[in-house]
């Protein structure tokens, strides 16, 4: 179809390097982050053994559905705008405008967050050194990264995301090998599964409470679609790395659940540092604490790198269309959108600024109002599918055509709708997430205010749309 071609032709100067493995890597660098390492078991804390293993399961076939929305979406229409484009072409301009800046301020948050995440415990290690001058050198080796040819990057996230996948397959071994007494000490056996409460010591409405945390925790899964816009055989590797992501995520994250809440007794799970450390510690393996601290610091420069890539493409898309300033479209002599790469690290670095001047207030809230981005995207893909399918078919397209399907259209679509949007609206219930909602709708209306302030009558004039990336920069 002529508008498919139009759409991915606009966006079409990034160049093509990225190699099956690399997106799926990327994928896996963007959701398996410090939130695994460090904060799974606060899951395991409030929601009991079973729940936690049934939240993340419930949560990874939710991500599972949106993948396979995005999946045919990525593959007809592989750009680095990804569900920004999408929520713009299919379901209306002011959608894909919320949609984009929501998601690059996440993204630009992570990345000072994973910062902040791995120079905490490199202090601990070398107290001497000063946090700016750790966060100076994380930002030289972001920029070295992301300016390079995509494909050096692609490969050198291929590597350290390989560090933590590495890292917690070892984790779930060891801690088999604990629990049925294989590492030298007594068997744990099944007691933390069925004692001291049981499963659901909660009940099965702490299942539901914990949905929220799990689906931030797999918020990363999507930047498999923004690095389809640089991807070499899109038709080929986007299906692949689509399906890979969703089953080995899922795999990840639960067999990893299985293992933790068989070692760690649920009413400890929220108060240690690292529950995978524990593993390590539990099963005799000498200095567990520093190898899973090397870990979960590869880990968090993983995530953030991820989030650079991703953010900076999303923000040279928005640039293209208009939404960003239009300095942000040139790109470099290697095809990537080196001032866009630039103002996202930039804003991870005030995010760095705002974390020590504000931690507890002003920082806070606004991570916690972009916290919402993971479903309320989400769901946008959902809608997105939908309405890409109802316009492909009325303006003649042929579904057998599309070299990915979406399958059980459309009601697995309208499912992850309908079950996004009600995992967004449940945080009103929760007295502990409900700062989420407090100050994610003010962000949202802010955004709203500047499109229809500034985009809008820019797009009714004619004046959005129009422009190319310049030369090199």
Not at 12 to 18: A, K, V, Y
Not at 173 to 181: D, H, K, M, S
Not at 213 to 229: H, K, M, N, Q, R
Not at 397 to 419: E, K
Request: aromatic share 12%; glycine share 12%.
């Amino acid at each position: 179809m002529q508008q498919l071609e139009n759409i991915v032709e606009k966006e079409s100067q990034l160049r093509r390097g990225m190699q099956g493995r690399h997106m799926f890597m990327i994928s896996i660098g963007g959701v398996i982050g410090t939130g695994l390492f460090l904060s799974s078991g606060y899951t395991v804390n409030q929601a009991g053994p079973g729940g936690a293993v049934l939240a993340y399961v419930i949560g990874g076939i939710i991500v599972s559905i949106v993948m396979m929305c995005l999946g045919e979406l990525a593959t007809a229409m592989p750009v680095a705008g990804s569900f920004k484009t999408y929520a713009q072409e299919f379901i209306g301009p002011s959608v894909g405008f919320l949609s984009a800046w929501l998601y690059w301020l996440n993204g630009a948050f992570t990345i000072g967050g994973e910062w902040i995440a791995a120079t905490i415990i490199i202090h601990h290690y070398l107290p001497g050194v000063p946090l700016w001058a750790w966060y100076a050198l994380f930002a030289v080796i972001y920029l070295a990264l992301n300016v390079t040819a995509v494909g050096v990057y692609g490969e050198s996230e291929f590597w350290f995301a390989s560090v933590k996948v590495i890292g917690i397959v070892a984790a779930c071994i060891v801690g088999l090998g604990a629990i049925f007494g294989l590492t030298g000490h007594a068997p744990i056996g099944a007691k933390n599964y069925v004692g001291q409460g049981g499963l659901f010591p909660h009940g099965l409405g702490a299942v539901a409470m914990a949905l929220v945390p799990v689906c931030f925790a797999y918020s990363g899964t999507e930047l498999i679609g923004i690095a389809a816009g640089e991807s070499k055989d899109p038709a080929k590797s986007v299906p692949r790395a689509i399906r890979s992501t969703s089953v080995r995520t899922l795999l990840f994250y639960v067999a990893s659940m299985i293992v933790l809440v068989g070692i760690i007794p649920w009413q400890k799970a929220g108060v240690n540092d690292s529950p995978f450390a524990t593993i390590f510690q539990v099963a005799g393996i000498p200095y567990a604490r520093l190898v899973m601290d090397i870990i979960v610091i590869t880990s968090a420069l993983s995530a953030g790198s991820s989030w650079t890539y991703a953010s900076s493409r999303l923000l040279w898309s928005m640039a293209l269309d208009g939404m960003a300033p239009r300095f942000l479209t040139n790109l470099s002599r290697a095809k990537v959108p080196v001032w866009s790469v630039l103002v996202t690290l930039l804003i991870g670095t005030l995010s760095l600024w705002l974390y020590q001047v504000s931690p507890n207030t002003l920082y806070l809230w606004i991570v916690s109002g972009i916290g919402l981005v993971a479903v309320v995207d989400w769901a946008i893909i959902c809608m997105a599918q939908i309405g890409f399918r109802r316009q492909y078919v009325r303006q003649g397209g042929d579904v057998r055509d599309l070299a990915y399907r979406t399958p059980f259209y459309p009601w697995l679509p309208i499912a992850g709708v309908v079950l996004n949007l009600a995992i967004a609206v449940s945080l009103i219930f929760i007295p502990d997430q409900r700062i989420a909602i407090y100050a994610g709708v003010p962000i949202m209306v802010v955004i709203m205010v500047c499109y229809y302030l500034f985009y809008r009558p820019r797009m009714s004039r004619g004046g959005i749309g129009s422009a190319r990336p310049g030369g090199a920069a």
